[in-house]
DNA sequence: CTTGAACCTCCAGTCGCTAGAGGGATTAGG
DNA sequence: CCTAATCCCTCTAGCGACTGGAGGTTCAAG
């Protein structure tokens, strides 16, 4: 059908050429067919593949989750219930990722506001660093 | 002083031992005093300056930036403008996550809420995933 | 003096790409 | 048909910030 480069399929996805390889080569993207002259020629199968994967990604699933949501989505019959599962912990996990980004955010903004443009020695942003005590929130690891 | 163990420093600080070391051979923190068999002993400016590097790691900072924040807080008398605009930087950064990960997560809600709990074929986590039409966000790369 | 925990070095792996070297294929224009 | 420009190929190595393991040594308590 569509037959397409690699840099044509980069193009109609926005994932980049060395990128689209690597897929391939950790096996989450189906080996095209080659040119004679053995460049990657890919179909429309190979962009609505990518398609998915690139949207998976902007979400931020990781690539085993993608590959076992592409394995579901190959058995149309199947509950969807580990699609549903994988989906909610990444909801989850975002969550936990968003409480932690706001309590360092709230931090951050505490010490550069507290920044009297002075020399370090009494400098906030240096200080609030070197002791933990002058934070109130507890900005946990992310 | 106080003479502490790799071990030891771990558990005052919470930064396991292979960090420790890890962040010693890349000279983010000065190497320590070794007992006649060659182990490692810490004194009270180590335990600051691990604690410094864990409280801005906590808060997101890169290494480097850590590196250029730990130089400066050596130079007292200078201005702090440099770990303000560090700080800033930071503090922008972190924001644009906030909004990345704030799209995504009402991305995912969307997902999981519509799931039917029924098969794969008929699956909105699947079908969002193949057809980013489906979304309405603008859920760009974080 | 013995035991067992803690320590040592070195190397390899994680995740998801990204970049470069050194070459071959394709394609548009003359 | 030839050439030049652009694309594409494989392979290897690197990023950030760790984390883990193998195989061996040292320390501290009893």
Known sequence: ??????????RQTGVKVPTIRY???????????????????????????LRFIRHGRDLGFGLDDL??????SRQP?????????????????VERRLAGLRAVR??????VAQCSHGVVDECHVIQTLSDHGLCDGDHARP
């Open 1 to 10: 059908m569509s037959d397409l480069s690699i840099g044509a399929l980069s």
């Open 23 to 49: 897929y391939e080569s950790i096996g989450m993207l189906d080996e095209p067919a080659r040119s004679p002259g053995g460049q990657r020629r890919y179909g429309a199968a190979h962009l609505q593949q």
């Open 67 to 72: 590959r076992a949501l592409q394995g579901l």
């Open 77 to 93: 019959d199947r509950s969807c219930d580990a699609a549903d599962r994988i989906a909610r912990q990444q909801l989850a996990d």
């Open 106 to 111: 709230k931090e951050l903004k505490r010490m």
